[in-house]
Structures are given as structure tokens and as C-alpha cells.
């Protein structure tokens, strides 16, 4: 008799683990959209004061004031004010609900 409730118990725990699995994963992922590709997103304005080294895409939507590049670098592409950016905001907005 201790055997099975002690089988028992386990396989429960065993269910009940890999039930909530799921759940982990589901809520430790957003779907970004177009702005996933962004190192920098902003509305209006980016100031980069250093020698900072930038991995991805910049946007800037709907600002247009982008100071500091260089003496940063930027390994990606800068969209500033353009309809790429513009999505990104959109979908970061999205995202962001």
C-alpha cells in the first residue's frame, strides 16, 4: 500500500511539473514584431555619449534629433523617421499590452 501512494505521488508531482511547463513558456515570451530587430527604439530623441558600440538596428520614430554617432558605433542600420521605425513603435506599442 505505501508503494502505490508513494508511486502515486510521484507520478502527480511529474504531471503537475510538466503542466506548468507550459505556462513558464508561454509567459516569458513577447512577440516583438518588427521592433525584435532594434538595439535602440526611441520617440524622440537619442544622445549616445561615449564610444559605445551598438549591435542591431537604431530607429527614431517620430523624433529626428540622433547625437553621438560617432564617436559610437552603430553595427546596423539607423532609421530615423522613416516607415520602418514607424512599424517597429507600432509593434513595440503592441507588444507592450
Known sequence: MKK???NLIITLIAV????LTGLIIAATYV???T???FAILAGTT??????????GDLGLSPGTSVTG?????????EH???T???QAQTDLITAYK
Open 4 to 6: 502505490i501512494n508513494k
Open 16 to 19: 503537475f511539473t510538466l503542466s
Open 31 to 33: 512577440n516583438l514584431g
Open 35 to 37: 521592433a525584435d530587430d
Open 46 to 55: 537619442i544622445t549616445n555619449t561615449g564610444s559605445s558600440v551598438i549591435n
Open 69 to 77: 554617432f560617432p564617436p559610437g558605433i552603430i553595427n546596423g542600420t
Open 80 to 82: 530615423i523617421t522613416d
Open 84 to 86: 520602418t521605425a514607424a
